[in-house]
């Protein structure tokens, strides 16, 4: 069994308040991990720690086992780690092919500038051009893959939330990662959507044989989806496990579920 | 050649010309990689400077002096775009750095020996005559679609719709806003060039913030995330206070209402995110006699 990542005293304050503070936990290889919480509990806070937008009051942050604490967002992402947002961050004005071509274009540097500049003329077929039909195709692929297919030639901000929130993800996918991050997918998403949604990133994560990292509040689609658990409440640590166990733990009970909670 | 167009209409369409070179070149920094400057006289003026030396004081022939403009001119914008870019200034704050910038480098034309000083140099070579004006034009726009519809410019894009899905998208924000910076500050130097041998005569009071407000108002009235639009808006606004010579000081206030009828009426600008492609014009004509496939004419590349 490897791990992906390790989180060591993860701790992060802004000015005095103190917004997560010493989680320690593992992502394993090929693991769906969930991290889940009450609305402040500092999910997104870890991942931006995660991701490089923050950095760490204290403790590391080892992808790999290579050490990650520290880096700048765009290193983070060249190394396999990519994210989706949970106010959904598309490119508006582009199409969602092009926003899917965009992450493209990270690993897949098939021309470069002077080529762009001198080789790239108009009416002519060339390198640039077809480079950039075969990133068209590619990125096709991706949509598909989020089952966004259909929508390639519409504008992103013409898309309905439940579609960007997927466009988000082929994007994401795009980056060709090895750990992805999810915040929030499905949000706004009614509980047939969520659960659709689940089987979607477990065929996802299947196919591209993944590790995922997930912020959820929609339990059916946390019971569904993950291997394991991590809970953390007021930015400390209050439970790890199972879904059976964590479902089971009367602390996370009482704090996130509510007495009584039962599985749909 | 071409002398059968009057001087007074092919020195119009000069100026209209230059105003493009340098719009095309701000709309890369301002319509699509997403900053605001007001500083682009600056580098109009390091142009300006940088050719009418090479050409007046050293006798290089015009083309190595355009090239010496655009090099010295992007050169100088690393200058101001090391620091603040890599300080991750963004909107106003840049906006605002810029604008000190560009009140920095006209006052230290007005100081230095080889500009002459606030005299201004006279006397400069008609180089900027309507057949090279073109040829500059067309290799400016050349480039220019080449870098921004395509992988480079894809990075900037990006950075304007969302710096932070950019910066997760794995776009370096410090490289590619100084790469645009740099780009359209080389536009704004050849453009400068062009200026110094059409008017052939620069004096640093040509280049004030004035100029750089014009050429901003030229880039977002011709459109945000357009080529075209920034060139029609600059040919407009060349054309716009010659036509109204007849009403003599009401030319410059129709200027004013021009520029605030398009914000109102299209605040996207006149090409808001469009352009116009032959490609385009290629299907919108097939479109109109009924022969080809009935495709959304004059969109995107």
Same mark, same amino acid.
């Given at each position: 069994m490897t791990i992906t990542m390790t989180i060591a005293n993860l701790s992060k304050s802004f000015g005095g308040i103190s917004a997560v503070e010493d989680l320690n936990f593992n992502i394993k290889t090929g693991d769906v991990m969930g991290i889940i919480g009450p609305n402040g509990a500092g999910k997104t806070t870890v991942f931006n720690?995660?991701?490089?937008?923050?950095?760490?009051?204290?403790?590391?942050?080892?992808?790999?086992?290579?050490?990650?604490?520290?880096?700048?967002?765009?290193?983070?992402?060249k190394m396999g780690i990519s994210r989706t947002f949970q106010n959904i961050r598309l490119f508006r004005n582009l199409t969602a092919l092009e926003n899917v071509v965009t992450a493209l274009d990270l690993h897949n540097?098939?021309?470069?500038?002077?080529?762009?500049?001198?080789?790239?003329?108009?009416?002519?077929?060339?390198?640039?051009?077809?480079?950039?039909?075969?990133?068209?195709?590619?990125a096709a692929y991706y949509l598909e893959l989020a089952g966004i297919a259909d929508q390639a030639d519409k504008l992103a901000s013409s898309l309905p939330y439940g579609l960007q929130r997927k466009l988000e993800i082929a994007r994401a996918l795009a980056l060709e990662p090895e750990l992805l991050l999810l915040?929030?997918?499905?949000?706004?998403?009614?509980?047939?959507?969520?659960?659709?949604?689940?089987?979607?990133?477990?065929?996802?994560?299947?196919?591209?044989?993944?590790?995922?990292?997930?912020?959820?509040?929609?339990?059916?689609?946390?019971?569904?989806?993950?291997?394991?658990?991590?809970?953390?409440?007021?930015?400390?640590?209050?439970?790890?496990?199972?879904?059976?166990?964590?479902?089971?733990?009367?602390?996370?009970?009482?704090?996130?579920l509510g007495e009584g909670y039962k599985r749909a | 050649m071409l002398s059968f167009i009057s001087p007074y209409y092919q020195s119009v369409a000069i100026l209209a010309m230059i105003n493009a070179v340098s719009a095309v070149g701000l709309a890369v920094f301002t319509g699509f990689t997403g !900053?605001? $400057? &007001?500083?682009?006289? *600056?580098?109009? /003026?390091?142009?300006?400077?940088?050719?009418?030396?090479?050409?007046?004081?050293?006798?290089?022939?015009?083309?190595?002096g355009l090239l010496l403009a655009g090099l010295i001119a992007g050169l100088?914008?690393?200058?101001?775009?090391?620091?603040?870019?890599?300080?991750?200034?963004?909107?106003?704050?840049?906006?605002?750095?810029t604008l000190g910038f560009g009140e920095a480098i006209r006052v230290l034309l007005e100081n230095l020996s080889i500009t002459s000083g606030a005299r201004g140099m006279p006397g400069l070579a008609h180089y900027s005559t309507l057949l090279p004006t073109f040829i500059v034009l067309?290799?400016?726009?050349?480039?220019?679609?080449?870098?921004?519809?395509?992988?480079?410019?894809?990075?900037?894009?990006?950075?304007?719709?969302?710096?932070?899905?950019?910066?997760?998208?794995?776009?370096?924000?410090?490289?590619?806003? !100084?790469? $645009? &910076?740099?780009?359209? *500050?080389?536009? /704004?130097?050849?453009g400068g060039a062009l200026m110094a041998h059409h008017v052939r005569f620069i004096q640093p009071n040509m280049f004030t913030n004035v100029q750089s407000t014009l050429l901003t108002a030229t880039v977002v009235a011709g459109g945000m995330g357009s080529i075209t639009g920034p060139i029609i808006a600059a040919v407009i606004f060349a054309i716009v206070p010659e036509v109204l010579r007849v009403a003599e000081m009401w030319r410059l206030v129709a200027y004013?209402?021009?520029?605030?009828?398009?914000?109102?009426?299209?605040?996207?600008?006149?090409?808001?995110?469009?352009?116009?492609?032959?490609?385009?014009?290629?299907?919108?004509?097939?479109?109109?006699?009924?022969?080809?496939?009935g495709s959304k004419g004059g969109t995107a590349p």
């Open positions: 720690l995660i991701t490089g937008v923050y950095q760490p009051t204290r403790g590391t942050v080892h992808f790999k086992g290579e050490d990650i604490t520290g880096k700048a967002p765009d290193e983070i992402v540097p098939l021309y470069n500038l002077a080529e762009t500049f001198f080789l790239n003329i108009p009416f002519v077929d060339n390198k640039v051009k077809r480079a950039e039909r075969q990133l068209r195709e590619k915040d929030e997918p499905a949000a706004g998403m009614n509980p047939e959507e969520s659960i659709a949604l689940a089987k979607l990133i477990k065929e996802i994560q299947v196919r591209l044989k993944l590790t995922v990292f997930l912020i959820e509040h929609h339990m059916d689609l946390v019971m569904e989806l993950c291997d394991h658990l991590y809970v953390i409440n007021f930015g400390r640590e209050l439970a790890e496990g199972s879904p059976e166990e964590i479902q089971a733990n009367p602390a996370v009970l009482k704090a996130y | !900053l605001m $400057s &007001l500083g682009h006289a *600056a580098f109009i /003026a390091v142009g300006a400077y940088s050719c009418a030396i090479a050409t007046k004081i050293y006798g290089l022939p015009f083309a190595v100088t914008s690393l200058v101001i775009g090391i620091p603040t870019l890599r300080a991750k200034l963004r909107s106003d704050y840049f906006t605002i750095a067309a290799l400016v726009v050349f480039f220019t679609r080449n870098f921004i519809f395509f992988r480079y410019g894809r990075m900037a894009v990006a950075i304007r719709e969302d710096h932070i899905a950019a910066e997760m998208a794995g776009i370096n924000l410090f490289k590619v806003r !100084l790469r $645009s &910076l740099f780009f359209s *500050a080389v536009c /704004a130097g050849v004013g209402a021009i520029l605030v009828a398009i914000m109102v009426l299209r605040p996207q600008g006149i090409m808001g995110y469009r352009e116009i492609s032959l490609s385009g014009m290629i299907r919108f004509c097939r479109r109109l006699v009924g022969t080809g496939p």
